[in-house]
């Protein structure tokens, strides 16, 4: 599971890279489908992750505001604020957490952890295939959505 996050990893990288060259205005232009536009999807992404791995945890939820971050270089430098707290997290994971329930202050009821887990993954790639759709409308090249090729099983993650 490690290597999926690190792949999302590595492909948010890549949109964060190639969405240097556009425009704020383009990237906080409302669009169709998706969370609204470029810029809060990503926002968004983060944000996701990050609750649910604070919430897994244990960890009281920190909440942010998407009108805090108004530019994509804002964007990058929280996801890789909260990257080396989700990092360290996922070295402590064990098999043994899979089925453990936890509950969280944005919505009733109770969770399991691993599936929280795959939620977070399949989460990010279902948007990254929504800025794949607004990257081409806009004549972009999209990041590519490969795992093949990436050397995710010679990649560990850095120490802690």
Do not use: C
């Not at 969770?111 to 295939?129: A, S």
């Amino acid at each position: 599971m490690i290597k999926l996050f690190q792949y999302n990893w590595m492909v948010r990288d890549e949109w964060f890279e190639l969405f240097k060259q556009v425009s704020t205005e383009e990237l906080t232009r409302k669009r169709n489908g998706g969370a609204g536009s470029i810029l809060y999807t990503l926002f968004h992404v983060l944000d996701v992750e990050y609750s649910w791995i604070r919430g897994v945890q244990g960890k009281p939820e920190i909440l942010v505001q998407f009108e805090d971050y108004e530019t994509l270089d804002q964007i990058k430098e929280l996801s890789d604020s909260w990257l080396n707290e989700t990092r360290a997290f996922l070295h402590t994971w064990s098999n043994d957490f899979e089925h453990e329930t936890v509950t969280v202050p944005w919505t009733e009821g109770h969770f399991v952890k691993g599936e929280i887990l795959r939620h977070i993954i399949t989460h990010e790639i279902h948007h990254m295939g929504q800025l794949s759709v607004w990257a081409r409308e806009i004549g972009l090249q999209p990041a590519s959505a490969n795992v093949i090729g990436r050397g995710l099983l010679s990649v560990d993650l850095p120490p802690v």
